[in-house]
Nanobody, 125 residues
């Protein structure tokens, strides 16, 4: 049973924008949703997180000021608006959901127990 479904990836030129969506199905006992990314040969890294109770957010330093995470509770959907994209943003992007004790540990993939299948983002110079 698919629980998180990402969409919105694609190929853009540097400086362009994309908006990723993550539709949540039957997920339980979670309080944070996040976006991670993984480039070939690299570890999965946290990009952005949102606390679903208050919409508190946090971002990786590499995307601050360029990416925005948001949620639409009525649609059970989390978004990642990506502006001013750079070639180094090229990666597979994954949506994740988990139950965290505090926001400070959000960047660790092991703290999330629900994952989507990923959507590819490619940025050309």
């Amino acid at each position: 049973q698919v629980q998180l479904v990402e969409s919105g990836g694609g190929s853009v030129q540097a400086g362009g924008s994309l908006r990723l969506s993550c539709a949540a199905g039957h997920i339980y006992n979670t309080n944070y949703m996040a976006w991670f990314r993984q480039a070939p040969g690299k570890e999965r890294e946290g990009v952005a997180v949102i606390y679903t109770g208050s919409s508190t957010t946090d971002y990786a330093d590499s995307v601050k000021g360029r990416f925005t995470i948001s949620q639409d509770n009525a649609k059970n959907t989390v978004y990642l608006q990506m502006n001013s994209l750079k070639p180094e943003d090229t990666a597979m992007y994954y949506c994740a959901a988990g139950l965290l004790s505090f926001i400070g540990i959000w960047y660790q993939p092991r703290n999330f127990n629900y994952w989507g299948q990923g959507t590819q983002v490619s940025v050309s110079a």
